[in-house]
């Protein structure tokens, strides 16, 4: 019942956005732009924090415009940053920060923009990623670790900012190509080819970015860096065929084929198998 709710919601914008396309298309463009990027889950609050990031050091950091949460869970001079996917939040990872405390290793986790504790209301890859600079400099993480837009994320930073620090990064669930996430909401929405247009004229003026250009595999081409790509054949949020795209044009990444856990992605096999690759560990 909730499923065909939302559909119908869904459905209701579109024919919105439609309509107003034709009467005035800059409102339609900036309303289907705003619930493309405004994700609608994944916030937290100070006072009911999950207990893994209550055990961690915090500190609200200030960029530009902007406020973001970071977690530090100390160990020693090995480090790791941990970057969620779309409406999630740092908590995702409480599972996965049991293993990496097996290693001694100091764990550090960021809420994305518009997530967890970290404020706005527009998220992209392109800002998520200059969160991720200011930490990468602070701490100088020898590892990346990023699950759906996450992973699409780490992938984007490191082709472009090419941190010499980075020397394993692990990508779970990401899609490769951003026409495929743009294709799934232009469809769920039954937007029209004229406010598909709009939508994808905005990308190009106000984010100065090409739709077609803007894949991981490019972006993975460029990494030089050790990466394992971990997939699941059953994801029905991301295709399994977008994970082994990433991990064919990356020239240094292993792919790891998994099933039975969807997009979340959380089993103790798989993290063990994250942990071996990252620490050598047979």
Not at 84 to 106: D, M, P, Q, V
Not at 140 to 149: A, C, K, N, R
Not at 218 to 239: C, E, R
Not at 262 to 277: C, T
């Amino acid at each position: 019942m909730q499923k065909l709710f939302k559909t119908i919601i869904a459905k209701l914008l579109g024919f919105y956005i439609n309509l107003l396309s034709c009467l005035t298309p800059k409102k339609a463009q900036k309303l289907a732009y705003r619930f493309f990027s405004e994700p609608q889950s994944g916030r937290l609050f100070k006072d009911s924090l999950p207990s893994v990031l209550q055990e961690a050091e915090t500190e609200t950091v200030t960029y530009k415009d902007m406020l973001f949460q970071t977690y530090v869970w100390k160990g020693n001079a090995c480090k790791v940053l941990l970057i969620h996917g779309w409406e999630s939040n740092a908590a995702r990872w409480k599972l996965f920060i049991t293993y990496l405390k097996k290693a001694g290793c100091t764990i550090i986790a960021i809420d994305g923009p518009a997530h967890g504790l970290s404020s706005g209301t527009e998220f992209t890859i392109p800002r998520y990623a200059e969160f991720m600079d200011i930490i990468v400099q602070q701490y100088q993480p020898q590892y990346l670790v990023g699950h759906s837009l996450g992973g699409s994320t780490i992938l984007y930073y490191q082709s472009h900012y090419n941190s010499n620090s980075i020397q394993k990064m692990v990508v779970m669930g990401a899609p490769c190509d951003f026409t495929m996430i743009l294709s799934n909401y232009i469809k769920t929405l039954s937007l029209s080819k004229k406010s598909a247009q709009l939508l994808n004229n905005h990308f190009i003026e106000e984010l100065g970015i090409n739709t077609e250009e803007f894949s991981c595999g490019l972006f993975a081409s460029k990494i030089t860096a050790q990466g394992l790509v971990v997939h699941d054949v059953d994801d029905t949020t991301v295709p399994f065929k977008e994970g082994r795209k990433i991990a064919e044009s990356w020239p240094n990444a292993q792919f790891l084929r998994t099933k039975g856990q969807g997009h979340s992605m959380h089993s103790d096999a798989m993290y063990s198998k994250i942990y071996s690759f990252l620490f050598d560990v047979q």
